[in-house]
């Protein structure tokens, strides 16, 4: 087999216990690897209505065909569960060494079930799994944890294991919380509170194993082809900048969520910018292992700390939570890191209880001192999140589940979906994202979808609802579907002449199998109702494909898209336009003929 | 800038009829002053930006002055448009011409290159391309192939003398007002004179457009760190185009040029792959040929937003 192992390694943590498992061919063609595999594992492998902090609930780890290759940004992994923040699916990607090297330890998939007893890590080798005490790392940063175990195994020869962990948000089921590696994080859809459940503080691998390519000139070329695209034009925004420069852009476009959703723009949005971090400071620029674009950029706080800084964190501490000092945002980007918290929500429930706070309908945060733009006791809500303290025991739940506590006022400004906190896209000034907002089977995601490039483009008139949205949105999951299961990076998307062509070439070349671009497409396809088929099974409802009530009931009210709101009817029609471009039901079910369409 | 679009082309020619009888304005349309100088010399002049062959229709007697023109009389006079339209066919070198009255003093370059563009639209061949405005075809603001030039002569042996019926003839592509609209969003081209209030409202209009506009260029990532400024402010002529804009851009900013903005032979300026621009916050626009007004914003970002 060439690509592809061709097995996967299940780990039970209850009995300590593992075994080698084939993974049928048939399987790898009509999902690949990455997040495609992941879904089709979680699915079967997930007993239906296991809770998500239960032992039944498997945590799978896929790899995927393109890893390893060389080809540039495709050291990547795919983390599968289901969510604590959502009951639904959580698929989430996170790249580097630890990518490279799960495909060394000669499977596709890891599939862990049960709980340890104890505090434990694991060790996984060509040879087999060591169940090891984790007691010493409990309370540790993921990056302490990393470090120690690395020293800890590694070999006489030198050989070094690579670690994703979790800190201690994780430790404490905090329902967003994340795994990391090597400063990456799978960081949406609390991976990290299963592993918390399980007691699992990491996994370590150290491996071998090579997997052969089809046709190795092939690739080859593509491959020098891919690189020398991935240094023109189009990711020079990354290259140059990295992701932060979207908060000056979505500003001025009416598109940056402030105040948790209360407004756009923002006032200190140039402060805030990319570009003057990039300007007025020390930033460095870092990539993940077999990256040619090198996007991440780490920028020095006051305190002389490098850390790492994307748009999403910038938008959730900045903006969102009104924070106007660059710094006090690079502070809570290093707890969040330090702490294994997703950024995104942990900035969105901060900017809910802030709102909170500000209508008086929690007595509790007058002691915090908790308001918009109160740096000082936002960070500090940081860690008392990951400890669960105080009120950050009831915000470690997530605005969904806190808001339930406080009352339906507070729950109408819980701005999430299916319990899953909003990234930085404003949806009443991005109609198609607002839409793919409200169908993603993960929740609120801007990364399972690129829904937001039609309404970026000049292609549709962003600030309008129509029937055409549909057919937009399910092409763009499709596409991430595949680039996410190839693996691919997003930000090389714009390189390929014609994506599901080009990787159709590609994959032929790395695996031997015919490929084709139709077969590609079908693939994104396919798994994306795999998605939809794992969440129907764990009890989704048609009210889950919705957004939250501000969204619909107040337009905004400055900016260049002032006045302009989403109404219930609008986006009911967007989501009727997208269940028929799926050819599901009206309300939004998959038919048995769409099942046996996709073999499922 | 599109670059075939903004090029003189030898293949196309432009036709202005000035034989009718201005009897309305009660003198010859074609010579009334604007600036001092004839209309048609203004006319000529502006069509020179874009054709290299201009035939000029006159009436068998009537005087005009001297122009870097093909001037034809018409053999027959007072044929209507129909005639003047053959005659000048003929006596174009192009495949197609522009055909345009003398009348007209705000000819809109971008949008007559973009009629001319839909001679060939969505790989279909038209012999006759003609603007839909307030509701009527604009036969003498259209585009016809010279191949055209028998049927005129047919209609006119049978003195059927509108040309609508030369439309339903041959494959004619009829432009609708919201295509016009995103060249021309007022209508300019199509307004003409017939009466001497006509020509005082044109005079004030025309004092109105030679006055120039301000816009500002933000400029967001790359372009920012590149140029080392967020905001450029520039000067534009009255009917400027996006394509004009990023010329002056360039030339205001050359850090941009390579990196943002490329330049062609004949230095006008567009984005490069990878960046795109925005109007005002609301429109993202990447037609070189989309007309500016004063104080508008341009942004130019990433095309890749998002991510």
Same mark, same amino acid.
Request: glycine share 10%; hydrophobic share 40%.
């Given at each position: ?12 943590l ?37 809770e998500p902090f239960s032992a039944?609930n498997?945590l ?19 983390v599968?569960t289901?969510s604590p923040l959502?009951?639904?699916?959580a698929?989430s ?19 862990i079930?049960g709980a340890a007893g104890q505090p434990t890590y694991l ?8 169940f090891r005490t984790a007691a010493h790392l409990t309370g540790l940063s993921a990056q302490e944890t990393e470090e120690r175990i ?13 670690v994703a962990a979790i800190g201690r948000a994780g430790e404490n089921l905090v329902r967003f919380a994340t795994l990391s590696n090597?400063?990456?994080h799978a960081g949406?859809g609390g991976v990290g509170a299963v592993f918390g459940a399980k007691k699992l503080k990491a996994v370590a ?68 910018? &990319? ?60 707890l969040c890191d330090r702490y294994g918290l997703d950024?995104?929500s942990t ?34 809500l940081i860690p008392d999140i990951a400890h669960r303290r105080g009120?950050g025991a009831a915000l470690a739940e997530g ?66 609802? +129509? ?29 390929? +002449? +014609? ?24 693939? &994104? ?33 400055? &900016? ?41 | ?70 001037? %034809? ?8 448009? %129909? ?6 066919? =003929? ?26 563009? =839909? ?18 075809? =604009? ?8 191949? %055209? ?9 049978? =003195? ?99 990196? %943002?903005?490329?330049? @062609? ?30 104080? @508008? ?11």
């Amino acid at each position: 087999m060439y690509g592809f192992h061709g097995r996967l390694l299940r780990i039970d943590l209850t009995t300590q216990s593992y075994t080698w498992q084939d993974i049928e061919s048939s399987r790898l063609t009509a999902v690949l690897g990455g997040v495609g595999l992941g879904a089709s594992l979680l699915y079967d492998h997930a007993p239906p209505g296991a809770e998500p902090f239960s032992a039944d609930n498997p945590l799978i780890f896929t790899s995927a065909p393109l890893v390893g290759t060389g080809l540039t940004t495709t050291a990547k992994y795919a983390v599968v569960t289901k969510s604590p923040l959502t009951g639904f699916i959580a698929d989430s990607l996170s790249s580097s060494f630890f990518a490279l090297e799960l495909k060394r330890v000669g499977v596709d998939a890891l599939v862990i079930t049960g709980a340890a007893g104890q505090p434990t890590y694991l060790l996984i080798t060509d040879d087999g799994v060591e169940f090891r005490t984790a007691a010493h790392l409990t309370g540790l940063s993921a990056q302490e944890t990393e470090e120690r175990i690395r020293h800890a195994e590694r070999t006489e020869k030198g050989a070094e294991a690579r670690v994703a962990a979790i800190g201690r948000a994780g430790e404490n089921l905090v329902r967003f919380a994340t795994l990391s590696n090597e400063g990456r994080h799978a960081g949406r859809g609390g991976v990290g509170a299963v592993f918390g459940a399980k007691k699992l503080k990491a996994v370590a691998l150290r491996g071998h194993c090579r997997v052969a390519v089809a046709d190795t000139g092939a690739v080859e070329r593509i491959a020098a082809t891919l690189r020398e695209r991935s240094v023109g034009p189009q990711t020079a925004k990354y290259r140059e900048i990295g992701t932060v420069a979207n908060l000056a852009v979505f500003d001025r476009l009416g598109s940056l969520p402030t105040y948790n959703f209360q407004n756009t723009p923002f006032v200190q949005a140039e402060a805030l910018s &990319g570009e003057s971090f990039v300007t007025n400071g020390f930033s460095q620029t870092h990539g993940c292992a077999a990256c040619t674009i090198r996007c991440e950029r780490l920028f020095r706080s006051l305190s002389g700390e490098a850390q790492r800084l994307e748009y999403e964190t910038l938008f959730a501490f900045g903006p969102l939570c009104g924070i106007e000092e660059p710094d006090a945002v690079l502070r809570a980007a290093r707890l969040c890191d330090r702490y294994g918290l997703d950024t995104i929500s942990t900035g969105g429930t901060i900017a809910w209880a802030a709102e909170c706070a500000d209508k008086g309908l929690w007595p509790e945060l007058r002691e915090t001192g908790l308001s918009f733009g109160n740096a000082e006791a936002i960070l500090a809500l940081i860690p008392d999140i990951a400890h669960r303290r105080g009120v950050g025991a009831a915000l470690a739940e997530g605005s969904r589940l806190a808001a339930t506590r406080i009352g339906a006022e507070a729950e109408s400004f819980a701005m999430h979906v299916k319990g899953m906190e909003l990234p930085g896209y404003e949806p009443r000034s991005l109609k198609t994202m607002a839409l793919g907002l409200a169908v993603s089977p993960r929740g609120a995601c801007h990364n399972r979808s690129g829904a937001y490039e039609a309404d970026f483009s000049g292609q549709v008139d962003r600030l309008q609802a +129509d029937a055409g949205r549909g057919a937009l949105v399910a092409a763009s999951e499709d596409f991430s579907a595949v680039l996410d299961s190839l693996i691919v990076c997003k930000f090389l998307r714009k390189c390929f +002449d +014609d994506f599901y062509s080009d990787t159709a070439h590609l994959m032929s070349a790395v695996t031997g199998w015919d490929y084709t671009a139709a077969g590609l497409k079908q693939v &994104g396809e396919r798994i994306n109702t795999l998605k939809k088929l794992f969440n129907m099974r764990e009890g989704w409802q048609p009210e889950d494909d919705w957004l939250p009530p501000r969204l619909l009931t107040e337009p905004l009210p400055s &900016g260049v898209a002032q006045g302009v709101g989403l109404t219930p009817d609008e986006l009911r029609l967007m989501i009727q336009s997208y269940y028929a471009a799926r050819g599901w039901n009206e309300q939004g079910l998959i038919t048995e003929e769409k099942k046996r369409e996709f073999g499922l | 800038m599109d670059t075939q679009a903004s090029t003189r082309s030898p293949a196309l020619s432009a036709v202005i009829l000035s034989g009718g009888k201005s009897s309305r304005m009660g003198r010859p349309k074609a010579l009334l002053p604007f600036d001092g100088k004839p209309l048609i010399a203004h006319l000529v002049q502006r069509l020179s930006q874009r054709f290299s062959d201009i035939v000029v229709v006159a009436a068998p007697d009537q005087t005009l002055p001297s122009l870097p023109v093909t001037l %034809v009389h018409d053999t027959v006079a007072y044929q209507g448009p %129909v005639g003047g339209l053959c005659y000048g066919l =003929q006596a174009t070198r192009g495949t197609a011409a522009f055909v345009t009255s003398c009348d007209v003093p705000f000819l809109q370059l971008p949008f007559i290159d973009y009629l001319v563009s =839909q001679l060939d639209h969505h790989g279909r061949d038209y012999d006759v391309v003609v603007p839909v405005w307030q509701d009527r075809l =604009q036969p003498l603001h259209a585009v016809y192939r010279r191949s %055209v030039v028998p049927h005129l002569q047919e209609q006119l042996a049978a =003195q059927r003398l509108r040309p609508v019926y030369l439309y339903d003839t041959v494959p004619t592509r009829k432009v609708s007002p919201a295509e016009i609209k995103r060249f021309d969003p007022e209508g300019l081209s199509f307004l003409n004179m017939n009466t001497q209030a006509d020509y005082q409202a044109a005079l004030a209009q025309w004092r109105t457009l030679s006055v120039p506009i301000s816009c500002t260029v933000e400029l967001f990532g790359v372009a920012r760190l590149t140029a080392r400024t967020s905001r450029v402010a520039l000067t534009l002529s009255a009917e400027a185009t996006l394509g004009d804009a990023l010329t002056v851009l360039g030339v205001e900013c050359p850090a941009l040029l390579g990196s %943002v903005l490329s330049a @062609d032979e004949a230095g006008h300026a567009s984005l490069q792959s990878g960046y795109t621009c925005n109007i005002n916050g609301q429109d993202f626009v990447r037609d070189a040929h989309t007309r500016l007004r004063a104080g @508008d914003s341009l942004l130019i970002l990433s095309s890749d937003a998002g991510g």
